[in-house]
């Protein structure tokens, strides 16, 4: 693979010969990852499997944010029952790849965004970024993270994020643990980490440790995701407040909440 082979919405770099995927959510200035951008995500990571050379792949989006978060369209009855599965999937796709994952934040990282940030190894965050899961603001949860950021940040931390609604600035992601540095230009950072710690070492003993450090996570992720996905899907979308509040978004309106 070379070049940018994956087009306009997701775009993919090689750098360093092969040891470094540059891959960019490349439609500013909200970088939705709708379902085509989380299937050429999964397609990137299932390439990345069969690459024996690769060390680390570099998330960013485009422009002054990361993402706004997923489409909320699509989580809407008629078609949240295919793209919250496929979503998931890529966060399969990612631990079967078992390639270390590095994330460079700018502006707003929400939702699925952050879902996929969060999932990521090493998180570089640039100081005026802002990270949150508003998914509660409208009436419905986010699978992935209700399982990935307790183990990040902390059961009191995650339930703040998800329950609240709340973003927080890159200083108190720092406290807390979202994210590991806050540097100017975070994709510079992330390269620096990159050349200087994963570079250097062999990329099959690197994968082969990526697996052996999130062997039992992994085993916990796909489980609870499971249950969680089930939560969603079929008590969660049952209810009238949860559709209520999607479609009052896509509206441009207040939720009128029934409590139901």
Not at 76 to 101: A, D, N, W, Y
Not at 225 to 231: A, H, M, Y
Request: with cysteine; charged share 25%; hydrophobic share 45%.
């Amino acid at each position: 693979m070379s070049g940018n082979p994956e087009g306009g919405t997701v775009r993919c770099e090689v750098l360093d010969g092969g040891a470094i995927w540059h891959v960019v959510l490349a439609t500013p200035k909200a970088n939705i990852v709708d379902m085509d951008k989380a299937d050429q995500l999964a397609a990137i990571f299932s390439r990345a499997s069969e690459d024996k050379g690769l060390k680390a792949v570099l998330i960013e989006g485009e422009g002054p944010n990361f993402s706004f978060g997923a489409s909320v369209p699509e989580h809407l009855p008629g078609s949240f029952e295919k793209m919250i599965p496929g979503f998931h999937q890529l966060f399969c796709r990612i631990i079967e790849s078992s390639v270390i994952t590095l994330a460079a934040v700018r502006g707003q990282c929400l939702g699925g965004g952050l879902e996929l940030v969060s999932f990521c190894n090493r998180i570089f965050a640039s100081p005026e970024a802002k990270l949150g899961q508003p998914e509660i603001m409208l009436g419905v949860f986010p699978p992935v993270a209700s399982v990935v950021l307790p183990e990040r940040v902390g059961r009191g931390a995650a339930e703040h994020l998800c329950l609240s609604g709340k973003s927080v600035s890159a200083e108190e992601a720092l406290r807390i643990g979202l994210v590991d540095q806050v540097d100017d230009d975070p994709v510079a950072a992330a390269l620096a980490y990159a050349r200087k710690f994963l570079l250097p070492k062999s990329a099959s003993s690197l994968r082969l440790g990526v697996r052996a450090v999130r062997t039992g996570w992994n085993e916990r992720f796909l489980a609870e995701l499971d249950r969680v996905e089930s939560l969603y899907m079929k008590d969660l979308m049952s209810t009238t407040d949860a559709v209520e509040g999607l479609t009052a978004f896509v509206e441009k309106r207040e939720a009128a909440w029934s409590n139901r």
